[in-house]
């Protein structure tokens, strides 16, 4: 039977503590890989500790690495002290991510802006130029960026959001390009709308969640665990010869539902 195996790697996940990384966290130690939980600070460290928790009953290995993305030095730190734990890294997922406040330009704060851009775009950057060095040294690696829908379809009021995610799928190319013939893959997946924290409070009101299901072909939201199966692919060698590219995992959002009918 064919199966997702990830034994004797090493896999970092950022935003372990939240929705999605929760679900990447667990789903990767289920096929065989040891953990680095990150989380931000003092405020997650216990969704943090709980996903630790889950993954060693289950029989995994796994540790927590608190650390602000925005701040490189931090990252750095992040990264020796994960290389330094499992002594080698093998995968790292950029899932850490904010959205911002729903601000038109103009009408918005620019602190808040280059807040999204330092934690969804710089943050992904920080990590990725800090893990690079050690999946040199192993000769293998891959690294798999958490970009959204968005950054294809524009969103109004976030534009930071989306410009940050846009340019974290031309940074997965170019890294892809600089980083092939080292043995690194670099990918990029790409969720619709998925049911975590995040987005709580369009999924706890009828009238939103039946809007946004609308915009979705299977008319319904994706559960973390769908985004985390395919994460837990695409950092296998069964995807051997992906990298450079969007992988979507939106239901059907790109395809836009809303043209069946009329146009
Ligand atoms: P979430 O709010 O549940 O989790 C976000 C995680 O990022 C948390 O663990 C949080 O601690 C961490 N984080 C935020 N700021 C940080 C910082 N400065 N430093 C370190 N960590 C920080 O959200 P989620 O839905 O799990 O989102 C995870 C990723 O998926 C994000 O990049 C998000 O943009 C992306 N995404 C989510 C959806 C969705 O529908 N949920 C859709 C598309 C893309």
């Known amino acids: 039977m064919l199966a997702i195996d990830l034994k004797g790697r090493v896999a970092l996940v950022t935003g372990a503590s939240g929705g999605l990384g929760r679900a990447i966290a667990t789903t990767l130690a289920a096929s065989g890989a040891r953990v680095a939980a990150h989380y931000r600070n003092g405020d997650d460290e216990k969704d943090a500790a709980q996903v630790v928790d889950l993954i060693r009953k289950q029989g995994g290995e796994a540790e927590a690495f608190a650390a602000d993305v925005a701040d490189a030095n931090a990252v750095a730190q992040l990264v020796e002290a994960v290389g330094g ?76 959001y989306t410009s940050a995610k846009a340019g974290l799928s031309m940074l997965t190319k170019t890294l892809a390009q600089e980083t092939a013939d080292k043995g690194i893959r670099v990918v990029a997946v790409a969720p619709g709308a998925i049911q975590t924290p995040i987005n709580a409070s369009v999924w706890s009101h009828p009238d939103s969640l039946r809007d946004l299901d609308q915009k979705i072909a299977m008319g319904r939201l994706g559960q973390p665990e769908e985004v985390a199966r395919v994460v837990a692919f695409l950092a296998s060698d069964l995807a051997s010869y992906i990298t450079g590219t969007t992988l979507a995992v939106d239901g059907g959002m790109l395809i836009y539902p809303d043209f069946r009918q009329g146009g």
Not at 118 to 137: F, T
């Open 85 to 160: 734990r499992f002594g080698a890294l093998d995968v790292l997922v950029n899932n850490a991510g904010i959205d911002g406040p729903r601000q038109p330009v103009g009408a918005d704060e620019p602190e808040a802006w280059k807040k999204v851009l330092a934690v969804d775009l710089l943050g992904p950057y920080y990590c990725a130029r800090s893990v690079i060095p050690l999946m040199e040294k192993g000769k293998r690696g891959v690294i798999i960026n958490i970009t959204s829908v968005h950054e294809f379809i524009p969103w109004e009021g976030y534009s930071a």
